[in-house]
């Protein structure tokens, strides 16, 4: 796949904590820093899922991009954040956000995709780089994935 056609590939992008450690994400707290981005922002908060794989509170939640909006979702159990049918660079944009007001300073953040998780490719760290070089990171990423 070419680089350009690879740039718009929409995808979902899932971003956790390494394996055995937390972020100790508290939903109520990630719906006050989505809010204090955007004020109208969209969440709903879930507290007994009900359904096959509920194992804990969840929420769904809107995401204002410079171009748009996204949907995503955040899980307690397992912990991490989505977003659904986006680009790379578009994820970049949601992943730095995570970074700089959800997960603890210095924690590291890592990310795979629908398609790496169905395939049992493993996580891979997301660099902590400015926004062009995570937008390269996650580019490559796919890359491998798809190859």
């Known amino acids: 796949m070419e680089t350009s056609e690879l740039a718009e590939l929409r995808t979902m992008f899932i971003f956790t904590p390494p ?8 939903l109520a707290d990630f719906a006050a820093r989505l809010r204090e981005r955007t ?3 969209f969440v709903r908060i879930d507290e007994n ?3 096959p794989g509920a194992r ?37 944009e949601f992943a730095m956000w995570l970074r700089n007001h959800v997960v603890p300073n210095g924690a590291p953040m890592m990310v795979n995709t629908e398609w790496g998780v169905e395939d049992d490719f493993p996580e891979a760290l997301v660099p902590d780089v400015p926004r062009p070089s995570l937008v390269a990171a996650l580019l490559s990423h796919l890359e491998e994935r798809l190859d």
């Not at 394996?19 to 508290?26: E, K, M």
């Not at 954040?81 to 578009?90: K, Q, S």
């Open 39 to 41: 004020p109208d922002e």
């Open 19 to 26: 394996q055995g450690s937390t972020w100790n994400l508290v």
């Open 49 to 51: 899922p009900q359904g």
């Open 56 to 92: 804990g509170p969840s929420m769904s939640f809107g995401f204002t991009l410079q171009d748009g909006a996204v949907e995503g979702f955040v899980l307690t159990v397992p912990e991490g954040a989505t977003v659904t049918g986006v680009t790379a660079r578009e994820a970049a």
